[in-house]
T-cell receptor
Framework: EDKVVQSPLSLVVHEGDTVTLNCSYEVTNFRSLLWYKQEKKAPTFLFMLTSSGIEKKSGRLSSILDKKELFSILNITATQTGDSAIYLCAAANQAGTALIFGKGTTLSVSS | DTEVTQTPKHLVMGMTNKKSLKCEQHMGHRAMYWYKQKAKKPPELMFVYSYEKLSINESVPSRFSPECPNSSLLNLHLHALQPEDSALYLC????????????FGSGTRLTVV
């Protein structure tokens, strides 16, 4: 059965800290891995990773995929209170019929 | 327009009521999805429509009935729901089944009393 596992499930840090969120996957005919940030409502798209070893960056956030070891990390540097959210990792297979979500990492950034 | 719009944002309904959730997008996306999300859990797929045809039904109870009247609109008809159906219902769309640039709507927070 396809699955996506995120760790840690929750994390509390101080403003300015750097955090690394982990996502491992076992997906038949894997195609892409996606990261989303979810605050109060809908998940908002952060990154889609298809190729191994290529880092994607957006401001203080960056992510990379390792297709050999079947995992991805999401890094957030110089964290701010606005980064507090649930970070969801999701895997897509070649059929593209749906996303398989992990349980999410709840990040709390205190000032 | 780069959004998926869901209405209503909040809905409270009784177990004997019939209501509908609406989802609309004007990005030309041909795949549309309904997800259900319980508190502190990840979204769970319910239905997938591709080119206005039902592509996937994830064994959802018949008290949830999806409808895709045209390529921009996706409805979810609700009837005889149970309190455990209370959740955030998310609509998403993508260019096609094999395009993963999913755009999620802001969701409908449903409470069944």
């Amino acid at each position: 059965e396809d699955k996506v596992v995120q760790s840690p499930l929750s994390l509390v840090v101080h403003e300015g800290d750097t955090v690394t969120l982990n996502c491992s996957y076992e997906v038949t005919n894997f195609r892409s891995l996606l990261w989303y940030k979810q605050e109060k409502k809908a998940p908002t798209f952060l990154f889609m990773l298809t190729s191994s070893g290529i880092e994607k960056k957006s401001g203080r956030l960056s992510s990379i995929l390792d297709k050999k070891e079947l995992f991805s990390i999401l890094n957030i540097t110089a964290t701010q209170t606005g980064d507090s959210a649930i970070y969801l990792c999701a895997a897509a297979n070649q059929a593209g019929t749906a996303l398989i979500f992990g349980k999410g990492t709840t990040l709390s950034v205190s000032s | 327009d780069t959004e998926v719009t869901q209405t209503p944002k909040h809905l409270v309904m009784g177990m004997t009521n019939k209501k509908s959730l609406k989802c609309e997008q004007h990005m030309g996306h041909r795949a549309m999805y309904w997800y259900k999300q319980k508190a502190k859990k990840p979204p769970e797929l319910m239905f997938v429509y591709s080119y206005e045809k039902l592509s996937i039904n994830e064994s959802v109870p018949s008290r949830f009935s999806p409808e895709c009247p045209n390529s921009s609109l996706l409805n979810l008809h609700l009837h005889a729901l149970q309190p455990e159906d209370s959740a955030l219902y998310l609509c998403a769309s993508s260019q096609g089944l094999k395009n993963y640039g999913y755009t999620f709507g802001s969701g409908t927070r449903l409470t069944v009393v």
